[in-house]
């Protein structure tokens, strides 16, 4: 089978490899790739700077769909010609994360979804929505899921709350799509006209271009009669912090989530205490958290925003399109015509 891997750190340094097609094991099924999406993480994973320290060669990309062709001994939770996207974290099924549920992230830990043929086990994967192509079944683990944990259990947003969302990646359109869902006011922020007016579409009440107002927690405030934003999907990091510390209301939430931007300004903690803020680390999901993504994601007929799809053959095409920042929504690589 085909499998692009990270041999030596570097988008030129992929290789296009010839594998043996992997057989699955007790309790473990064999899934045919059909599509896969692209994330930061799997970015920063090959260019060497999530995990400089990984053990090589590996398989990249934690997100992917496609469908059950293979079951192993003793199978019982999934059938064959099932359609499923793996879940991120291969381990944590339910509950609060631990260190333990936590490993075995896939294209990180363990080999990724970058193949023909991956193989995974039965509690590993989730069937995706009905209406959903594969190409937009394979933005859900990780994007989706991390938007839906930021809102639904970071902060349970309830009608009538503000959320405030930086840029229109993957995590950000989703979280637009969410927090429409659940009656909640969007604002957001992006470095184009143009993929604002694109989101409001989507349903984004009002936006702003940030690098013409780099200080936008002021217009958040103004925009909010100076109350400040319920919550504010913070995929920045450093860079942006600050200003989702002085848009959020006091007693709001930050739902810390992207490592975009660095600063060298020191942690404004005295605006974490004046205001009470609840700081929200969100690092994707349980499988639990999937499958409640996905109940909503039919209940409401959503559908993905797929900004590109790149054949299998031209991966290092799509993650050179994901350095340089200027897609909407999702970039997906397409296993299988």
Not at 291 to 314: G, K, L
Not at 318 to 324: D, I, Q, T, W
Request: glycine share 12%.
């Amino acid at each position: 089978m085909k499998a692009w891997q990270i041999q030596s750190f570097g988008i030129d340094q992929l290789v296009l490899a010839d594998l043996p097609q992997p057989r699955p094991g007790r309790g473990e099924v064999l899934v045919k790739v059909h599509a896969v999406s692209l994330n930061y993480r799997d970015l920063r994973m090959v260019l060497g700077l999530y995990n400089p320290k990984m053990a090589l060669p590996r398989i990249p990309c934690s997100d992917g769909a496609g469908e059950v062709v293979e079951l192993g001994e003793g199978v019982t939770e999934v059938a064959k010609g099932q359609r499923v996207a793996g879940i991120f974290m291969q381990n944590w099924l339910d509950g609060d994360p631990t260190a333990e549920k936590t490993r075995g992230a896939l294209g990180g830990d363990i080999d990724g979804m970058l193949a023909e043929y991956v193989v995974l086990r039965q509690s590993g994967v989730v069937t995706i929505p009905e209406h959903l192509p594969y190409e937009e079944g394979a933005t859900l683990p990780c994007a989706g899921v991390t938007a839906w944990n930021a809102l639904e259990n970071a902060a349970h947003v309830k009608p009538g709350e503000v959320v405030v969302t930086q840029g229109t990646g993957g995590v950000s359109i989703f979280g637009l799509q969410f927090a429409k869902i659940a009656g909640a006011t969007v604002i957001g922020t992006s470095s184009s006209d143009e993929k604002l007016e694109r989101a409001k579409a989507l349903g984004l009440d009002a936006g702003l271009n940030y690098r013409q107002s780099p200080e936008w927690a002021k217009w958040v405030q103004k925009q909010t009669n100076d109350r400040g934003a319920d919550l504010i999907v913070e995929v920045g990091g450093a860079g942006t912090f600050s200003q989702s510390l002085q848009a959020v209301r006091m007693g709001g939430t930050v739902a810390q989530i992207g490592v975009l931007s660095q600063s060298d300004q020191p942690l404004p903690v005295p605006l974490i205490l004046h205001r009470q803020v609840r700081i929200h680390g969100v690092y994707v999901g349980s499988r639990a958290h999937f499958e409640s993504m996905n109940q909503a994601i039919t209940a409401h007929q959503i559908r993905p925003v797929v900004d590109r799809v790149f054949p299998m053959s031209q991966a290092r095409a799509g993650l050179k399109a994901m350095e340089k920042g200027v897609h909407f929504g999702k970039i997906v690589i397409q296993v299988v015509a």
